[in-house]
């Protein structure tokens, strides 16, 4: 995600760049047709272009929406495993009285998630913090994150047999562990349902169809300076589409996701900090990207 | 649910010709009897084609954001579903102490669930999964999901009974099937309420009386080339419309329903791989739909 | 709730024609009275109106989405209920071991509520399902579907207190009773607290007034056919406004209130069945309305 | 809050009028300006005037949302309140077995509440519902409805002491208080943080220009009928930022209000007349206002 | 944040100054250009204006929900703070039955997340407030917030094990920690996650070149009075985009910030004063800004 407003400037510019040529190439050809070889056919009025904008707007209001609502959701269910996991470090000690290896196998579980989000294999920090004798069962499952959930909640148990822990106590602890699952099943949600076509591909071929028309419509009025006119306007509309997709799928791997290795990280330091252990190295913003 | 770009650009051209045949043939209809035969009657002045479209803009506005809203609540409802079940699956392990016969009929619920909504028969999966003590008692109610939820309650009870587990535990594990009962009493109530009639016919209906009145209002001054510009807007319309129809009952059988198999067959694999069992075979993406 | 598409057309059309008539007769008195007298000062210039059209979207856009909010959490809060009323039917018989006859009191409580929601004596069911040592406390207080609670939470302790009942289990079930009087506080506010004033009567006053203006608006440039392109806007704004009226009152003996008796006659069938009694019969969808 | 739509038809009539006379007076001396001097440097064009709607229509929209949630969201959290009043009154009964007193001291809490949110004095129903042993300790501190929770919360550790009652039911009588307390704090939040002064201030600033522009920009084609058309259209958009103003500060001393004195009425009467007691007189609707 | 009217009328009147002023000379450029020397090339017609002014309403609606909404949460969450603090310090009451050091350390909490929020050092307010035994190890973690309530629920044990206090009302009591947890993280949250690039730069960008080109648009038709029309017209949009801006940061040191420290001070209050202690002075609202 970028978090510079100097490279987000930068970003933006780039991606601005290659509509904003074609549009302006587009432009000039349809000027010149229009003042040269005076290709009266070119000429429309001002209304179609301003209903087609009107549904152009309902199409990217609705999917924009939509995109920003998915992001929001995404952002907020890793703060709800942030969240839970820190509770849980806090119960392992508060409630159950110890067990800094389940504190460190949760460490494990935002590398494990972030991971299985963006189809990967898990890495260093996963080898470093995993128990070893969670590693078989939990990678012999196809769903990894919830695998692990459940041989942690395994070793809940262990804890409450060894030391006959009230029945109350050990619910607290297992509420967290579901309160997880529930953040967990929610990004997968997000990452396995798409936004309907309609609402993906429809404004996308709704902006290029409109920004094809602009300059037919506009040339008649504005001569000469119909490139100057049309581009900003059909560069405004082509952002505004282009912002819906870039947020629509937020685990991505792109400049607009989600910060996942950060959050991962963050988690593992507020677990292992209280239980007096070192987290890996903080990952650092890179030309405004944090990773 | 069409989860292929490809897949879905061929849909979208699918659901879009027959309008778009039926408004370029209409839009021909006018343009011809208004240029050759020169019907002044059929000018209509700019005005109220656009103050019929700002009132279009609010019927398919607030319908799409509903229909959209349904669709999103329906998938999020399933979600809630595959997290309360997994972690009925971890409780069964961590706090009932085993009992694989509970979560192989939880791995069942989903199945009977899926039949339920769609009003259809359950299938192989079912008979697989389900245990045979319950079977009869679960289907000679009207409301099969929620017998079996009512079954598995007292699956619990036994196992509590019998081990004499703490009351704490078993409330615990208890809240987790009022949670299923939550998501599924949700389900039930987006597909038994349909959308108000206002909400689901009149867009449509003024839908279809804008286009018709569009070509007249534009024939005026597009002349020849009518059929171009008012098709490509009326047609923008028939989609926003469409759109909205298409995502108001999500369970229905369409490709653009939600993937309730696949989401089944997701929760049936991450109830049985943590005990050690192999779940159903995978269900494919066929093509570009997800079943 | 109209619940057939075709009645729904039938509705749309009966609630479509009284205001359709008299915008067409209002339209043909601008035409006659402007084509024959030619009185001038009728003329009006387009702005006046489409600014009033952007005011009247304005209030539409957030008095609809306002009443469809109502609506749709009248029919979410009646979910609530259905799903606790389950939920407490299963815990019945898995934590408290059985006590058929609160099963029966709750399978009263949605038909208790129902009543109470529209200010009607309780019938027949209410006297077939309610336990005859409850009848007396519960109508002796005003709002008797709370005192239904508050006995049936009663009958709860006894059953606790008889039985040395676990606190956890005794807790885990009151939460049951605590979230449906959460659910009836909900429906007893949508009742008790209309939609401000603003709007509920400016919408509706705007909506008229528009009407009026618009023939005198229109009739300078669309002469004879002004009563076609007037009333069929008119008519548009008259739905869109009659549409947010409609579901603004969910609870009201209407067409369009939400099926609350049928709703009750669902909770009452999924408590009783499973412990082996029969609901009474289902009602039945009439003329394309579900009661 | 207004209850009856005869009054709500006064009232909106009485704050109508004083800007649509001075609106009708404005206009009045521009079209007399215009029309007797010719003072032409009075025209201006239509553009201006609805980019000037857009932005109006953008601050107003976003502004009135925001204050519409402002009031439901009070409404709801006055609903918490009452739902949660209900329940412990249950709770008494079924989980502590008896203590009237504290149904009493309960009871006396929404009158506690309303008080400190007008900023008021606690009255006569105070008086007679708190018993005596609370009112110092209560009165002391300076947010009373809290301390009157913390206090309520030592009398049911008493009982709990006294008869020994289990821990769990213990817990499940707190976290009544506790979502008490959130409540309580939800309407806080609402009351001490104003919305931001762009939203109260801007829009109402804007709204006023607004309408001193509008017959400057219509009188060149209304003419004489410029008071009629732009008095309407300008009146409407001042009832749009009347409403957003009216229910932006639900707990004022106004007639759009929420009746707080009603609510706390409800909730004494449902926790007083299961325990066999006579609750205050209901607050009566005067003048269609409901206090 | 500003909370009186009088001060937010010069606070936006000192916003509104710079912007008003370049708009002003630059349309004062324009009419000058275009009345003297008569630049025919700067004529330019309505159409790209208005869709221009589409576009940006489209981005500037969309940003301005989503900064309000980041806005309120903020706020909401300090509630959900201020509200499970308050609860703690009930229950360390009631269900611990004393320990006033813990309902001290819980005062310091906000005064410590307050201070990590803005990246600032901790004041006297927090060396008065936290135990001196807790200070070490809180503020050798990264999270000093969250390692706080680490140590608040190692104190809690300290208590349940000394005091043998029941694991369902310790559970209840660690469930207030958790859900201080969850508001923290979802503050946590909004800090560290800006708004989209897209929904925070371009919006600003697009409301600079709209004002830009505006003059440009309207001299035409406008003459000499285009610094005024244009002016007004520039100078909302501005305020809009402004409005967005000033609340997507609600923990900046701004005056539009959300007032941290005093509600830190409320919480503090509502903690000690029922245990009979004195919380430090509270802020002042000075020119209009509560701190």
Same mark, same amino acid.
Not at 218 to 227: D, E, F, K
């Given at each position: ?44 009025? %001002? ?5 087609? !904008?009107?549904?152009? *707007?309902?199409? =990217? &209001?609705? $999917?924009?929406?939509? #995109?920003? +609502? ?11 495993? %942030? ?5 849980? !470090?806090?119960?392992? *000690?508060?409630? =159950? &009285?110890? $067990?800094?290896?389940? #504190?460190? +196998? ?186």
């Amino acid at each position: 995600m970028i978090v510079q407003r100097r490279y987000g400037l930068i970003q933006l510019f780039k991606e601005t760049l290659p509509p904003l040529i074609i549009l302006a190439l587009w432009d000039l050809v349809v000027v010149i047709l229009f003042q040269v070889y005076h290709q009266d056919w070119m000429e429309q009025p %001002t209304l179609p272009i301003s209903l087609m !904008g009107s549904a152009l *707007a309902l199409f =990217l &209001g609705i $999917r924009n929406n939509a #995109a920003y +609502a998915r992001w929001w959701e995404g952002r907020t269910l890793w703060g709800a495993i %942030t969240n839970n996991c820190r509770s849980f !470090g806090r119960e392992a *000690a508060s409630l =159950l &009285g110890g $067990r800094p290896d389940l #504190a460190r +196998a949760m460490a494990a579980y935002p590398h494990v998630l972030r991971a299985a989000l963006r189809g990967e294999a898990t890495g260093e920090d996963v080898a470093r913090l995993l128990p070893d004798s969670m590693k078989a069962p939990v990678f012999s499952c196809t769903n990894a994150p919830n695998a692990l959930l459940y041989h942690i909640g395994l070793g809940v148990r262990d804890e409450v047999v060894k030391h006959n822990i009230d029945g109350a106590v050990h619910g607290t602890v297992d509420r967290i562990l579901s309160d997880i699952a529930n953040a967990q099943g929610g990004l997968e949600r997000i990452r396995n349902t798409p936004l309907p076509v309609q609402y993906s591909l429809l404004p996308e071929i709704a902006t290029h169809l409109f920004c094809i028309v602009l300059p037919l419509s506009a040339v008649q009025t504005l001569g000469w300076i119909t490139p100057l006119g049309s581009s900003i306007i059909g560069v405004l509309f082509q952002m505004l589409d282009r912002s819906g997709r870039d947020l629509q799928e937020p685990f991505n791997a792109s400049v607009h996701a989600l910060p996942m290795a950060t959050m991962a990280r963050t988690i593992e330091r507020d677990l292992l900090q209280p239980i007096g252990e070192q987290p890996g190295a903080a990952f650092t913003v890179q030309r405004g990207v944090q990773p």
